[in-house]
T-cell receptor, first 111, second 114 residues
């Protein structure tokens, strides 16, 4: 079983709609949860991180964490063509020393 | 400008020829890390360092070495590269441990081992 799992996609969403990206993890001791965005040919960049159960909002982005279900998600409201990218879920270990990434979900926003 | 730099950006080499990929950050970050990215496997951590002279293995350390003699530099060494080390490599740094801290990634080094 992979430690961090994401649906690889591609996920196609109409412009202006809500994009929903999901991630599950296997280590119950995981402490921090991150969403990175990676454009084709570029390096990953942080969108947001979360470490408490519940929702965390930042502009058009909302991260949701449910530790009991070992599930973290990212919602993108009012999707824009510039949101088209691969979204990487990352989870830190108990000591926050290591980061494990999922394989990423490729998101395409259709104008 | 705050950044992580890597050199070279592209490298084609042959099996067994030792090589070093350099990584440098100008943000006075304590934590540095190396990842490799392969299609279908995602980003996998090779080694990380929580401070000068403190390094530890990530998930895929075999065939790699690192050193952290200065805070700003974290070179990745392949003593005897093999074709299965052909990959896209990223160096990253963060202010402290990864928990709650953004990692800043370098531009990547695309390595091909023939």
């Amino acid at each position: 079983q992979k430690e961090v799992e994401q649906n690889s996609g591609p996920l196609s969403v109409p412009e202006g709609a809500i994009a929903s990206l999901n991630c599950t993890y296997s280590d119950r001791g995981s402490q921090s949860f991150f969403w990175y965005r990676q454009y084709s040919g570029k390096s990953p960049e942080l969108i947001m991180f979360i470490y408490s159960n519940g929702d965390k909002e930042d502009g058009r982005f909302t991260a949701q964490l449910n530790k009991a279900s070992q599930y973290v998600s990212l919602l993108i409201r009012d999707s824009q063509p510039s949101d088209s990218a691969t979204y990487l879920c990352a989870v830190s270990n108990f000591g926050n020393e290591k980061l494990t990434f999922g394989t990423g979900t490729r998101l395409t926003i259709i104008p | 400008e705050a950044q992580v730099t890597q050199n070279p950006r592209y490298l084609i080499t042959v099996t067994g020829k030792k090589l070093t990929v350099t990584c440098s950050q100008n943000m006075n970050h304590e934590y540095m890390s190396w990842y490799r990215q392969d299609p279908g496997l995602g980003l996998r951590q090779i080694y990380y360092s929580m401070n000068v002279e403190v390094t530890d293995k990530g998930d895929v350390p075999e065939g790699y070495k690192v050193s952290r003699k200065e805070k700003r530099n974290f070179p990745l060494i392949l003593e005897s590269p093999s074709p299965n080390q052909t990959s896209l490599y990223f160096c990253a740094s963060s202010r402290a441990r990864v928990g709650g801290n953004e990692q800043f990634f370098g531009p990547g080094t695309r390595l091909t081992v023939l």
